[in-house]
């Protein structure tokens, strides 16, 4: 299987609305890695990431859907002026089907900044 390194999300600031770090592609599979994060902020602040299916639920999908409590898959508080480094081991957080995402927010705007790695690959291998 050939994978494509890649960085799905550069550096950038959180906001309290969840938002896309990486969607899918059709036609092929995303392997979520590593994201690294800090909050740099003087209080506490939430990380909360969520692994968003497509709406239709289909290997197509039609569109990108939301980030809620009913998908979330992590939450960290990290601490003011906290670093955290999350790896998900072998393969990572996969996503298989067209618009797929992995969602990202934080409980206090512009406080929390990240960054996600990870790899690509056709989905028929």
Same mark, same amino acid.
């Given at each position: 299987m050939a994978y494509t390194e890649t960085r799905f999300a550069d550096t950038q600031?959180?906001?309290t609305a969840a938002s896309a770090a990486v969607i899918n592609s059709s036609g092929q599979k995303a392997y979520v890695?590593?994201? #690294? /994060?800090?909050?740099?902020?003087?209080a506490?602040?939430?990380? +909360?990431l969520y692994r968003v299916p497509d709406v239709g639920g289909t290997a197509?999908?039609?569109a990108v859907g939301t980030g809620s409590g009913a998908n979330q898959i992590y939450e960290?508080? #990290? /601490?003011a002026r906290e670093s955290k480094?999350?790896?998900?081991? +072998?393969?990572?957080?996969?996503?298989?089907d067209a618009y797929d995402s992995i969602q990202w927010n934080s409980d206090v705007a512009n406080s929390v900044v990240v960054s996600m790695d990870g790899a690509?690959?056709?989905s028929t291998e």
């Open positions: 600031q959180l906001g890695h590593q994201i #690294l /994060a800090m909050n740099c902020g003087t506490a602040a939430y990380l +909360k197509t999908g039609t960290y508080q #990290l /601490a480094i999350i790896d998900f081991v +072998k393969q990572g957080v996969v996503l298989k690509t690959s056709l």
